[in-house]
């Protein structure tokens, strides 16, 4: 009996042990990323009234194509876009491995160009990357807040959120490529149908989207979308 008792005590010692090493570990890389990206921001930020703002970030990461800010939130951040949509999920805007990943653009999109441009981001525990886009599910923050902006090639673009929409990750709920406007304003028939809330604007189907996305907690595989019109 005493064996066993000295059994279950070691590996209560060792099972605190390791989570108390999980945490510290996981404390330590949050203040990594915050001082990572204010770092960046203090660069981007004395340089952002100037036409070289994100070429000078292109000296860090040559895969910065854009930066993006939402009022009211805590995202201001660098966007990268890989090769793939895999990479950056696990990596630092200098490409150094990290839980918290990168802020990326999906792979597919022509930076500038695309009807509709997508973006990712993790769903932070300690209110980092794109943690705030759940604030959206809040009726009284999404009827308040309205405003993305996306800078591209030193150009300052508006969105207008008109969607929050809570889906399953393997879900049709991101598309890039629309061969006619038709088939753009059906898409936006469905987001509209599946939203939580949704905002009424007037479409034509020549409008250009914006599609945020995240990780979420309400069910297995879960993701909080936000939708965007360029204004």
């Known amino acids: 009996m005493k064996i066993i008792k000295r059994l279950a005590i070691l590996v209560s010692v060792v099972v605190l042990l390791v989570s108390s090493y999980r945490i510290v570990s996981y404390g330590y890389k949050s203040v990594n990323n ?14 952002a009234t ?20 939402i009022p009211n939130t805590n995202i201001d ?34 930076v500038g160009e695309d009807k509709s441009l997508v973006i990712y981001g993790h769903h932070m525990k300690d209110g980092t990357m794109f943690k705030d886009l759940v604030k959206y599910k809040d009726k009284d923050f999404f009827d308040k807040n309205k405003e993305i902006f996306v800078i591209i090639d030193g150009k300052k673009i508006e969105y207008e959120i008109v969607s929050v929409l809570l889906t399953k990750g393997d879900s049709e ?8 406007s038709n088939e753009f304003l059906d898409y936006i028939e469905r987001i509209k149908k599946d939203s939580l809330f949704y905002r009424e604007i007037p479409f034509d189907g020549d409008e250009k989207l914006l599609t945020l996305s995240t990780c979420s907690y309400e069910f297995d595989n879960a993701r909080t979308a936000i939708y965007a019109i360029k204004k």
């Open 34 to 47: 915050k001082n990572l990206y204010k770092d960046i921001s203090s660069i981007y930020t004395s340089r």
């Open 50 to 69: 100037t036409s070289d703002g994100l070429n000078s970030l292109k000296e860090i990461n040559k895969d910065i194509v854009a930066w993006i800010e």
């Open 77 to 110: 951040y660098p966007v990268v876009q890989g090769k793939d949509n895999s990479f950056y999920l696990t990596h630092d805007i200098k490409g150094k491995k990290s839980p918290h990943g990168s802020i990326f653009m999906d792979y597919r999109n022509l």
């Open 173 to 180: 709920y991101i598309d890039i490529d629309f061969e006619s």
